[in-house]
């Protein structure tokens, strides 16, 4: 018997790898790359660990390429969906009793396959399938995802030692059991990261998922669940279950073994969610949690003390990496009367330099938004402003999706703060600039505290410390990861818990201790050395 008191520390960040021509690494991807967009590989329903096929056939297309198939995948009808529900509440019988070393092992050797073995693989999925670059590649498919499996290995030590006081008398201990049934995780497209955290998180603390991922992310979702398999994750514990979203949701919120929700995609959809447990309360064995990380409507914030090339810098990278389809994008500007013409001036010449394409041409810093429906709602927003006498486009404005749903990096001026594209979330390459007088910092910040119902990411460029002050005071509930001096996006595991209030979520804060709370329901035992034997107390004599 295994009775050692273990801890597992907290980790160092996975490094990014630089991938100059001709390293090591670049070597790699660069073959997975040709090797993935020379193949065209089916992918089924993966339910108690075997492969179903329920051959209702959809297609998986390159953004950048949209007649370049990928993939073509199955998708689950309501049989397969009880059957993944089943298999998922039958495997946690077992699942939450193993060692809670052993289940940390389990993602600790996900994270290792990643590092080493499948990283060129991982990287290759999410660039090809998902639009993105190199380095954003990296930083999601690669760290981002290790950083989830090791952090949250160590943060479940650390939960799992909190104990209460025990005295002469008593013996007082919590008991951190999963949930009551099981959880069911709602995965978007825009961070491999992101799926792999929401189906795994809940996994570590002992539940079993019904992981639903997005269709237009399910090559890089596919491999994540060959890595669980390899890594030894016992059949059941995570069900892969890709399909259309509202068929999916009808017969897991019918079901009342439904313990928590794990969600991540528009501030709509997680209503929706909600709305349908509402109405299914009175059927459900216990309360599911339901923890969501939705829309954002990101701001800039530049007082008239900021340096220009920080602030220009972090308006480029803030709106334009992974073309604005980060829920953290920078999607409104405040700048300074004073300042905009040459931050302006700044933005507009890194943006004559930029290069936009195909992801395999490394390059581009730019590439293809996900598909036809993004494109299609981007490019809205955008004519918008060229109808509106109140907006004016500085830079970019146009799209073609005859190749790849491409949408050039598109900056807008504003003289109205509450116009359309400051209000509504765009998700895509558009900022929105408005431009305030200086003197009107403070009712500025007032205007971009009210202006948007999401409260996701936020950021001051300031060198003016009471500027900075004030800023971080007014705006409390507007962001809650507030960045100071830096673009809007980019948050890391262990180093900024991630997640917003209001029209943004629950703020359970991924990447932190917090979020892991949210996925075991603690019981607390007493034990008495010697009880009473009667009834009476002293004060009575």
Not at 369 to 389: L, Q, R, T
Request: hydrophobic fraction near 40%.
């Amino acid at each position: 018997m295994n009775n050692a008191v273990y801890k597992i520390d907290i980790p160092a960040n996975e490094p990014i790898l630089g991938y100059l021509k001709g390293s090591k690494e670049e070597k790699a991807l660069a073959a997975e790359l040709q090797r993935q967009s020379e193949t065209v590989i089916e992918i089924p329903l993966i339910i108690d660990g075997k492969e179903v096929k329920t051959g209702k056939i959809g297609e998986f297309r390159m953004p950048c390429d949209h007649k370049h198939v990928l993939a073509r995948y199955h998708m689950a009808g309501e049989k397969e969906v009880k059957m993944a529900i089943d298999a998922a509440c039958k495997a946690q019988q077992t699942w939450c009793n193993v060692p809670w070393q052993d289940r940390a092992a389990v993602a600790l050797k996900i994270a290792r396959l990643i590092a080493d073995k499948y990283r060129a693989v991982m990287n290759a999925a999410t660039m090809l399938g998902q639009g993105k670059n190199i380095f954003q590649a990296e930083i999601d498919s690669a760290c981002e995802t290790i950083d989830f499996l090791r952090f949250n290995a160590s943060f479940m030590s650390q939960i799992y030692s909190e104990q209460p006081v025990s005295d002469a008398t008593q013996m007082n201990r919590l008991e951190y059991r999963a949930l009551e049934g099981f959880v069911f995780a709602v995965s978007p497209f825009n961070f491999t990261a992101i799926a792999s955290n929401l189906s795994m998180s809940p996994a570590i603390m002992g539940n079993a998922v019904v992981w639903k991922p997005a269709t237009t992310a399910i090559l890089s979702n596919y491999y994540l669940m060959q890595i669980y398999k390899e890594a030894g994750l016992p059949d059941g514990v995570i069900n892969f279950l890709p399909g259309q979203g509202s068929l999916i949701g009808n017969v897991v919120f019918a079901d009342p073994r439904l313990a928590g929700i794990h969600f991540t995609g528009s501030s709509s959809t997680f209503n929706s969610l909600w709305l349908e447990v509402a109405k299914n309360l009175a059927n459900y064995r216990s309360y599911p949690k339901i923890v969501g990380e939705t829309g954002g409507k990101d701001f800039i914030v530049v007082h008239e003390s900021a340096d220009i090339d920080t602030a220009a810098t972090g308006i480029l990278r803030g709106s334009f990496e992974y073309q604005g389809q980060k829920c953290s994008a920078c999607s409104r500007v405040y700048a300074p009367a004073s300042k905009w013409p040459a931050i302006k001036n700044k933005i507009l010449n890194m943006l004559s330099e930029i290069k936009m394409g195909d992801v395999r041409d490394y390059k581009n810093f730019v590439n293809a938004v996900i598909d036809e429906k993004s494109f299609d709602s981007i490019m809205s927003y955008i004519e918008k402003a060229k109808a509106d006498k109140a907006a004016k486009i500085v830079a970019g404005g146009k799209g073609s999706k005859e190749k790849g749903y491409f949408i050039e990096p598109t900056v807008i001026e504003t003289t109205d703060p509450n116009f359309v594209t400051m209000r509504e979330e765009i998700f895509g390459p558009v900022v929105t600039v408005y431009v305030y007088e200086d003197a009107k910092f403070e009712e500025t910040l007032k205007l971009c505290d009210g202006t948007s119902p999401y409260a996701l990411t936020g950021a001051i460029f300031a060198r003016d410390r009471m500027a900075i002050l004030k800023a971080a005071d007014m705006l409390r509930y507007a962001a809650g990861n507030f960045y100071i001096n830096d673009k809007c996006t980019g948050a890391v595991v262990g180093m900024q818990p991630f997640g917003g209030g209001r029209g943004s979520g629950t703020n359970d804060k991924a990447g932190a201790m917090l979020n892991l709370l949210r996925w075991t329901s603690p019981r607390a035992i007493k034990e008495t050395y010697v009880a009473p034997t009667n009834y009476p107390y002293p004060y009575m004599d």
